[in-house]
């Protein structure tokens, strides 16, 4: 609806310019008489967060301990956008009393309620294993509406983690559930954070019909979705460069989120804010309320929102070449995406335990089931032997004469019985006697088994702690080495130093470029054995890709007259798109173009084909160096190989690039592989799905 007013304002100032001002006046009006009404309705349906009504919640005599356990409950929900230490706080005190009283729903309830405040302060592995436990209990009551609070969490777990069709899946998830129960403020609440994670995919106008629909639900009740809803319009106006709506929207939203205390669209609408004045040339407001953003979120202890404002104020600082205050900025950020990334790598631990125990839960209700199964089938056979038995009987009664005349032949027979009797005790001894040699063996294997998977177990352990702590080193390496370059590109650029400090300083970035990208590597390959590297695909140009990291080659590719040409289709770049995770396809295409340099000859060309075939896009690229030979080729994708050929220039390499580069296109769905002769060149290509990728959720959903 916003967005037809500015296109009719627009029309309306072409054609009738002596009507515009009051047409503005109009639209004024009625922007003011909406505010108010929003502001009424939550002026006096909140509930006030004073510290005295904290208080007198644990002061105050109920009526049962049950009524005690919700009011507490409903406090910790209400503040849970205010204060959300508090809010684990009172959410914990009613989790003790209801595992007293053995209330499951209240149990799960208020676990769901510390698991939301966890995940405010960064706390993302606790707040994952509080979810776990809440959601298998609400499903184990069958209360859908409970599962649909704890998709909406685990959703904001995934849009932090950047897993944004993973959050799209949870939070549609939660959004039926809701809808099922006619539960319309909350169902806005989803339809709001569905709309913010297309945002951030970049898709807009799907975005804005999102959050029309969210805003028609919740228009009668106003509370989180209006001022959630008015910061998400303001940032895509901020991305359509409409400067004017952006700031609309985001006073609106910077003053409702005031009103409803709710720290975290206060400090996101303040960032939006600030960048909107800062790309309209007002620094010194920006930069104020970028830092007002910050404080805000210190404040409210919300760590990824506190991890962003760093990262914003950094870059705004580093384009006014403030490089100290960049480097201040920057420091405080890396220091605070190291805890994320730990939190992270712990999220990842308790995912894997989620998954081993939900395989295990469902190993139990299958042998539930098929020990079921056997008692049915073992109830049938009864009644079978029963019936058989009653005909048996009266079979009996009838031959019951006969069996008089047959006892006399019996007597003879006895004796022969007699005498196979005795053969067969003679057997049964001896297969006793085996029996028990058999037993004895099986305990010795049973034991040398249970060695075996103890070693096993030590093994696969020691494994793990070495590549996670390769991981952990050359994580923490990248950070020192990251902020002596930017020290060392400091002085480059300030001027004052002389030419031969200039010199020293370049080799000193070069030598930093190169341990930095090694750490990376090393640090992927250890993600890669540990099964954590993931990818988040998108709608990207292949050709774009490949352009831009040639871009990035051209000073290596001078250092040794090296050249590059390019075979594609002469119909620009709509060819070329398929879905992908861009930053790994660069990393690969980075890879490829490397290698090729490092093994070309000086004064060569490199020739790079790509080419969409049906569901396939192709791409090639071919040098001239010495080509592979047969072991070569069987080892080349392995971790730390070290080829025959060497580099034409000594360049370094770690020995992960190309097993890297493998990895990745495998987790596309696609195909790497290298055609070469030795002494001709290698020509290495790479073949991936245009189709987009499905991604698996945590959860099991019902």
Same mark, same amino acid.
């Given at each position: ?388 038995? /009653?005909?048996? $009987?009266?079979? =009996?009664?009838? @031959? ?5 005349? %047959?006892?006399? &032949?019996?007597?003879? !027979? ?91 300083? /370049?080799?000193? $970035?070069?030598? =930093?470029?190169? @341990? ?5 590597? %090393?640090?992927? &390959?250890?993600?890669? !054995? ?97 080509? =592979? ?74």
């Amino acid at each position: 609806m916003q967005t037809n007013l500015f296109k009719i304002t627009a029309l309306a100032k072409e054609k009738h310019p002596h009507r515009y001002r009051l047409w503005w006046m109009f639209l004024f009006c009625c922007a003011l008489v909406q505010n108010c009404v929003c502001a009424y309705s939550l002026l006096f349906s909140q509930t006030p967060f004073s510290e005295q009504n904290i208080r007198s919640a644990f002061a105050t005599k109920y009526p049962s301990d049950t009524a005690k356990i919700q009011h507490l409950q409903k406090l910790a929900q209400d503040i849970n956008a205010v204060n959300p230490d508090l809010t684990i706080l009172l959410a914990d005190s009613s989790l003790k009393m209801a595992r007293k009283l053995g209330l499951r729903r209240e149990i799960a309830n208020a676990q769901r309620l510390i698991a939301f405040g966890e995940q405010r302060t960064g706390r993302m592995a606790t707040a994952m294993r509080q979810y776990v436990e809440a959601f298998n209990t609400f499903q184990e009551l069958r209360d859908t509406v409970g599962m649909a609070h704890c998709y909406n969490g685990l959703g904001i777990i995934s849009f932090e983690q950047k897993k944004y069709d993973q959050a799209l899946e949870y939070y549609a998830q939660a959004n039926t559930w809701f809808s099922a129960n006619n539960i319309l403020d909350r169902q806005s609440a989803t339809l709001s954070n569905m709309a913010y994670v297309l945002l951030k995919k970049g898709v807009l106008d799907s975005a804005e019909n999102t959050l029309s629909r969210a805003m028609a639900l919740d228009m009668r009740r106003a509370k989180d979705t209006l001022a959630f809803a008015r910061m998400t319009f303001s940032e895509i106006a901020l991305l359509r460069k409409n400067f004017i709506q952006a700031q609309y929207y985001g006073e609106t939203a910077l003053q409702l989120a005031l009103n409803t205390k709710n720290k975290v669209v206060e400090t996101r609408a303040l960032n939006v804010l600030g960048l909107t004045a800062l790309q309209q040339g007002q620094r010194a407001e920006g930069m104020r309320l970028l830092e007002r953003g910050l404080q805000t979120a210190i404040q409210a202890h919300l760590a990824y929102r506190v991890w962003e404002s760093y990262q914003l104020l950094s870059s705004t600082a580093f384009q006014k070449n403030d490089f100290q205050t960049a480097y201040q900025y920057l420091s405080q950020a890396e220091q605070i995406h190291d805890s994320l990334m730990r939190e992270e790598q712990s999220l990842a631990q308790v995912i894997l335990e989620v998954q081993h125990e939900r395989q295990r839960r469902e190993q139990e209700t299958t042998l539930l089931e098929e020990r079921n199964t056997r008692q049915v089938w073992g109830m049938y056979g009864l009644g079978i032997g029963v019936m058989i038995f /009653l005909g048996f $009987s009266a079979y =009996l009664l009838l @031959l019951s004469r006969r069996v008089i005349r %047959i006892n006399t &032949a019996l007597k003879a !027979e006895k004796a022969k019985v007699e005498q196979q009797k005795n053969i067969v005790d003679e057997q049964a001894q001896e297969i006793s006697l085996i029996n028990q040699e058999l037993e004895r063996r099986n305990d010795e294997l049973s034991s040398i088994n249970g060695d075996l998977r103890q070693l096993n177990k030590a093994l696969t352990e020691a494994e793990k702690n070495r590549l996670q702590m390769l991981g952990v080193v050359s994580h923490d390496l990248r950070s020192p080495l990251s902020s002596v370059l930017l020290v060392s590109e400091h002085l480059m650029q300030s001027g004052e130093v002389n030419e031969s400090a200039q010199k020293l300083l /370049l080799r000193q $970035s070069e030598t =930093l470029h190169r @341990l930095i990208q090694l750490t990376r590597d %090393i640090l992927d &390959a250890a993600q890669q !054995e540990l099964g954590m590297m993931t990818i988040e695909p998108m709608r990207v140009n292949m050709l774009s890709i490949v352009r831009f990291v040639v871009d990035g080659f051209q000073e290596t590719l001078l250092k040794k007259g090296q050249t590059i040409s390019f075979m594609q289709h002469r119909d620009g770049l709509e060819k070329y798109w398929l879905w992908a995770d861009e930053r790994r396809i660069m990393q690969v295409v980075e890879n490829l173009i490397s290698n090729a340099s490092k093994y070309a000859p000086l004064n060569s060309e490199i020739l790079i084909r790509i080419a969409q075939k049906q569901d396939v896009m192709r791409l090639e690229i071919q040098d001239q160096g010495p080509g =592979l030979s047969g072991e070569d080729k069987e080892k080349m994708f392995g971790y730390f190989q070290r080829l025959s050929a060497k580099p034409t220039a000594k360049e370094s390499s770690s020995g992960v690039g190309l097993a890297i580069a493998k990895n990745i296109v495998k987790l596309h769905k696609g195909k790497i592989w290298c055609e070469s002769e030795l002494g001709k060149g290698a020509t290495f290509i790479v073949e991936l799905p245009v189709a987009l990728p499905v991604a698996a959720p945590i959860l099991r959903k019902n």
